[in-house]
């Protein structure tokens, strides 16, 4: 009896209407309502699903700097010939891209360089300029922030806007050109970060030597302090001690903040006798408020005076430290040295309970005197000495001994505690340090939070969730990420399959990167594409997210994707890693003779006719390829394994035809053709008689293939003529590479009973070798035999 239902269902089908069923397990929430020619009402989707979770996951979109799309759409403009945007909005973006003032790479700078002798050449109606003064000092406010690498681009952007800024107050008659600006100092200070420093002594003297009042004597100070730094930074010390001449000359005062640079540097040298030098030369406090707090000189010497051995030195500097009634900053100095000569935990606090209670007894006889007791500072700089000794177990009871006097760690303790733990592979004991850290994310909290997260990514012994927290609590703070970081974290969502996650991380952090910064990122992501262990599917996720967010990829990474394909047997996906270097229409990335050469090269390894027939029609179209003899190589070696080897043998023609002529690829890849054409012996024998005419030399991979085009062809004696007299002829034996090809290329099992019987009889070692490698037999078990040996050619 005919079912009902089917009658339904073939009516619904005729009349081009959808089958309801009200019963369906599976049936939408809000189902859809039926209209009139099949048309259907949009489904009544919630807005705010339940938790989220029914909504469908949409990517990240890339998270540019603010302006930074506009700005990048200039220079796109620019180099295709399109109409750029308004000029109005360009400056917009460019005053945006600078509005919070934070850290750019040069990579970012070079980009605003561009937008700015844009707009400079391009001027408003009114005459006035597209950026004012005040917006330049809120560059400089960026540029002063030096980037992880680099800098020339900083520097030869302030130098652009300095220019602009004196020309402008020249112009202007109301403005005082020789005297210092704003502009001036931050223009010294980009100088002296960035490798400039002795054209900015030079600027400098011309504008800061001469003081006539308080604040320009404090923002003189700030200057020559900066150009200090700016020679020790760059190692210079000749440079230091003609500066420091120079201000002394001038009788300009050596201040607190100047000393410090020069004690530090030499310090950091190991030269003790000049840091004594400058560290006993008299200084005055630095009046200026917004001045960098140096680090504490007694400290510094005194440690240094510890590790070399000068312990004499160093006593006397105590001994004037304690002299009177110390202070604080004076304590702290003795502690250090005390820790630097090698005394224990347990003598060091003994000291402190006597700071403690001389300073309680200075107190009771002056009421003036405050009680001195230890602090986080006391027990940082602690710390930081058996940082400096290499030597964590120290450094860990130091932070004890904070905790049993009642000192709370700081989150510079907390950042000590989890570099000298990750020092010695503690990453467990440099998690626990972390979650104390929350909330303070100074530049140093946040490099050694990325190398804890770094650590656990690689241990591999730590469960997701905890990663994951501490990404999040990063992001919560907007820290910057490291690359190596977000390579770690890419890697890590990959190999759980948490494709989406990925491309998020990199939608977020990797349009914020310099392109060196970058390609730390594209490396590993590369890295992992080729690891075989990966999965084929993982690896085809990995080249969508490098060819979507690092369209940069260069040419020969890209090539080396696609063979990796071809080994891992899916020559489909290689075919699709081709057509999108194909159809790429940047000149650098398209496909040139290389990628035509590897991708037939591939298809002809996996025996894809279907792909090489793609390919090869893509070459006959593409007029910026120069059809040349290893190309030719490559189609004669494709369409031979894709059994078309009378199309080869046409290759082969052209080849011999052409000015450039065969290669000894190109003979051995026509004798290959030879082991499957119709009457393929003759040709062989033909071209065979032709090399010896012109003198050829015969090497061991032309005779193997003329060899085995003779045995495919079934001409056993010819075959064993060859190889009877190779050695008088040739200079070269038999070898297990040459029989086994002789062997596999005998494609008949009668026929390969002989050959087997005669290598038995002649070169019975080399036969066990032979037998050794493993073989197949072809047709399901009742073909013939293939010994495992590569006999992949190379055009």
């Known amino acids: 009896m005919p079912s009902h239902l089917t009658r339904v269902v073939f009516r619904s089908i ?9 019963g369906c397990l599976h049936r939408p929430a809000r189902p859809r309502l039926t209209l009139h020619n099949a048309v259907q009402a949009p489904l009544q989707t919630q807005r705010r699903a339940f938790f989220n979770f029914l909504r469908p996951r949409k990517a990240k979109q890339a998270e540019l700097p603010p302006g930074m799309e506009k700005m990048s759409q200039l220079k796109s ?3 295709t010939g399109q109409r750029p945007p308004p000029p109005e909005e360009i400056a917009h973006a460019f005053s945006e891209f600078f509005q919070n003032q934070t850290r750019y790479e040069d990579f970012h700078i070079q980009l605003a360089q561009y937008v700015y002798l844009y707009l400079r050449e391009t001027p408003r109606e009114d005459a006035q300029p597209w950026i004012s003064e005040a917006g330049i000092r809120k560059v400089f406010g960026s540029l002063v922030k030096p980037p992880e690498s680099g800098g020339q681009a900083h520097l030869e952007f302030g130098r652009l806007l300095h220019e602009e800024v004196v020309k402008r107050r020249e112009a202007d008659a109301a403005a005082t050109p020789k005297t210092p600006t704003d502009v001036d100092i931050q223009f010294i200070k980009v100088m002296c970060l960035y490798g400039a420093t002795q054209e900015a002594r030079e600027f400098a003297s011309q504008k800061f030597l001469q003081q006539a009042t308080a604040d320009e004597t404090r923002s003189a100070s700030t200057v020559w302090t900066d150009v200090l730094r700016g020679f020790a930074r ?5 440079e230091l001690l003609a500066t420091t001449k120079m201000l002394r000359q001038q009788s300009h005062p050596f201040t607190r903040n100047m000393q410090n640079v020069l004690v530090a540097f030499y310090t950091d040298k190991a030269d003790l006798q000049q840091a004594k030098k400058w560290f006993s030369e008299p200084a005055v406090d630095s009046e200026d408020p917004e001045s960098e707090q140096h680090v504490n000189t007694n ?5 240094t005076c510890a590790l070399n051995g000068d312990l004499a030195f160093g006593q006397q500097v ?8 110390p202070d604080k900053a004076a304590w702290d100095a003795v502690f250090v040295w005390s820790a630097a000569i090698g005394k224990g935990v347990d003598e060091v606090d003994r000291m402190m309970g006597v700071m403690i209670r001389r300073s309680e007894e200075a107190a009771r006889r002056d009421p003036h005197c405050s009680t001195i007791y230890p602090d986080i500072d006391t027990i940082n700089a602690l710390v930081d000495v058996a940082i400096s000794k290499k030597d964590p177990y120290t450094a860990e009871r130091f932070v004890s001994l904070g905790q049993k006097r009642g000192i709370l760690p700081d989150a510079k303790t907390f950042t000590m505690q989890m570099q000298y733990r990750l020092s010695v592979d503690d990453v467990d004991g440099a998690r626990a340090a972390y979650y104390g850290l929350q909330g303070a994310k100074d530049e140093k909290s946040v490099e050694v939070g990325n190398q804890l997260v770094r650590a656990m990514c690689i241990s591999k012994q730590h469960e997701f969730d905890n990663i994951m927290a501490i990404v999040d609590d990063l992001h919560e703070a907007r820290a910057r990420f490291h690359p190596e970081t977000v390579a770690a974290l890419s890697v890590l969502h990959l190999r759980r399959g948490e494709t989406k996650d990925a491309v998020d991380l990199l939608q977020v952090h990797a349009h914020h990167y310099s392109p060196s910064q970058r390609q730390v990122i594209r490396d590993l992501l590369t890295a992992f594409l080729l690891d075989r262990q990966n999965s084929t599917t993982d690896a085809w996720d990995t080249y969508q997210i490098l060819r979507v967010i690092f369209p940069e990829i260069t040419r020969e990474v890209r090539i080396r994707m696609m063979n990796e394909f071809f080994a891992r047997g899916r020559p489909d996906m290689a075919c699709h890693v081709f057509f999108h270097m194909r159809n790429n229409t940047h000149q650098e990335w398209s496909a040139n003779r290389d990628v035509y050469v590897a991708a037939l090269t591939g298809f002809a390894r996996s025996r894809d006719a279907e792909s090489l027939s ?11 390829v120069e059809t040349d003899t290893k190309l030719r190589n490559a189609l004669m070696l494709a369409f031979t394994s894709t059994n078309d080897s009378q199309r080869a043998l046409d290759f082969w023609h052209e080849i011999a035809a052409s000015k450039e002529g065969p290669t000894y690829s190109s003979i051995a890849i026509v004798f290959r053709a030879c082991e499957t054409l119709p009457f393929g012996d003759s040709y062989a024998e033909e071209i065979w008689r032709r090399l010896k005419e012109n003198g050829v030399d015969i090497d061991r991979q032309i005779f193997t293939g003329y060899l085995c085009a003779m045995g495919a062809n079934h001409q056993f004696d010819e075959c064993v003529a060859l190889l009877t007299t190779v050695e008088e002829e040739y200079g070269f034996a038999p070898d297990v590479s040459m029989l086994a090809s002789w062997f596999n290329a005998t494609a008949n099992i009668e026929r390969q009973r002989w050959v087997e019987k005669w290598i038995r009889e002649h070169h019975p070692a080399m036969w066990t070798e032979i037998e050794a490698l493993g073989h197949k037999v072809t047709h399901e078990g009742f073909g013939h035999r293939l010994y495992n040996i590569d006999r992949n050619l190379e055009p």
């Open 234 to 238: 760059g190692n210079k010390p000749e």
């Open 14 to 22: 005729i009349a081009n209407r959808p089958l309801l069923y009200r």
């Open 614 to 624: 793609l390919v090869h029609s893509q070459l006959k179209l593409d007029l910026s």
């Open 77 to 79: 403009s620019q180099r």
């Open 299 to 303: 400290a510094a010497i005194l440690k």
């Open 318 to 325: 105590v001994a004037s430290l304690v002299k009177d009634v």
